[in-house]
């Protein structure tokens, strides 16, 4: 089953502040992007349904963008007053895991990486105008890094 991408943005945002960290909207762009690519490997089912798009500065989910762009490049104070969990511990197991990993670098160490990734150098860039980076290359691509 497929959470809201608001959900998933929120409980991103909370990992990174229990960490110590106000997560960015940049930040908070590239780890829905790894968050939706391993839940699509290893589920074969996506995290969340909304698209991800090619935008010059990497992969974004639009929604989310517009949601806490008058951030701008400050941290991002999460909702506590939301109620969530996931539904299996092994989605629980796999985000986590992939915030330990990838929360690790910073936003623009993310999107230098996302830019050397089959996934959004397979799609065309653009900013709103709907360049979808696939769930299928998505998850063909995670797939392999999953192997590794």
Excluded at 63 to 82: A, L, Q
Aim: hydrophobic content about 40%; some cysteine; glycine content about 6%.
């Amino acid at each position: 089953m497929a959470y809201l991408v608001e959900q998933i943005a929120n409980q991103l945002l909370i990992n990174a502040a229990d960490s110590g960290e106000l997560m960015t909207n940049m930040k908070l762009q590239k780890m829905l992007y790894y968050q939706q690519g391993f839940h699509l490997a290893y589920f074969d089912t996506p995290l969340f349904n909304d698209d991800i798009e090619a935008w010059m500065y990497g992969p974004v989910v639009p929604s989310m963008y517009e949601k806490y762009k008058e951030f701008g490049r400050n941290g991002i104070e999460p909702d506590r007053s939301i109620d969530f969990s996931f539904d299996e511990r092994k989605e629980q197991a796999l985000f986590e895991e992939v915030c330990k990993v990838y929360g690790a670098f910073s936003a623009i160490g993310l999107m230098n990486m996302t830019h050397d990734e089959m996934p959004w150098k397979t799609t065309p860039v653009g900013e709103g105008t709907g360049h979808v980076i696939s769930k299928d290359k998505m998850r063909l691509f995670f797939k392999e890094r999953l192997k590794d």
